[in-house]
């Protein structure tokens, strides 16, 4: 699925299968474990009493291990889905959410990130990659659906929403806002990467 508004905002979406699936989890694990990271949703958009987020950019870059291959992973997807090459990782977390965690709204901060004024960079890329879901049994269980104000070519806002699937990475331009809505029991991992293009 691809969602252009006809303005700068953009969705594209692609899918890991379920063995890097499996190889991104374990190596979040193994370098969570390995460096003793401890999870902080200070100052973050994460929300819910026994949600975590754990900051994974110091540690991947010289992690030949785990982190290279996994950063590998989502930024072949990156290239191929947007035709360019990625420059370098700039942000890099993952999120664990359980009953009634969500995000709220918020972009990844291109004037932090890019060290400049300029919010809409024609070359920052976030995005998230769904690694765990709630159990879907019935209506009475939310995943924790991705939803984007984005705005059309007349400039008019409007409301993007996706119900992820295991495996799904969104792929959208860096100052987009977005967020997440109170999912159901269980958990919800998710890894963002944020990347500059060349």
Known sequence: MNYNSGSDDWFIL?????????TIKGSIDNIID???????????????????????????????????????????KVQEALNRPVKKLKAAWTVLGYENSFHTIHNHNPKKIFNNTST????????????????????????GDFYAI???????????VHSPKIGDILIFPIWVYHGTVP????????LSLDFELI
Request: charged share 25%; glycine share 6%; with cysteine.
């Open 14 to 22: 692609e899918h890991c299968d379920a063995n890097d699936v499996l």
């Open 183 to 190: 999912q159901s029991d269980g958990l919800r991992q998710t």
């Open 150 to 160: 984005i705005q059309d070519s007349n400039k008019e806002n409007l409301k993007f």
């Open 34 to 76: 390995d460096y003793k990271i401890t999870s902080s949703i200070l100052n973050k958009s994460t929300r819910g009493v026994n949600a975590e987020q754990y900051d994974l950019l110091p540690y991947l870059h010289d992690d030949a291990r785990y982190g290279i291959p996994l950063i590998n992973i989502i930024k072949h």
């Open 120 to 143: 809409n960079s024609p070359y920052g890329v976030s995005t998230v990659t769904y690694l765990n879901l709630p159990y879907i049994g019935n209506d009475d269980h939310r995943t």
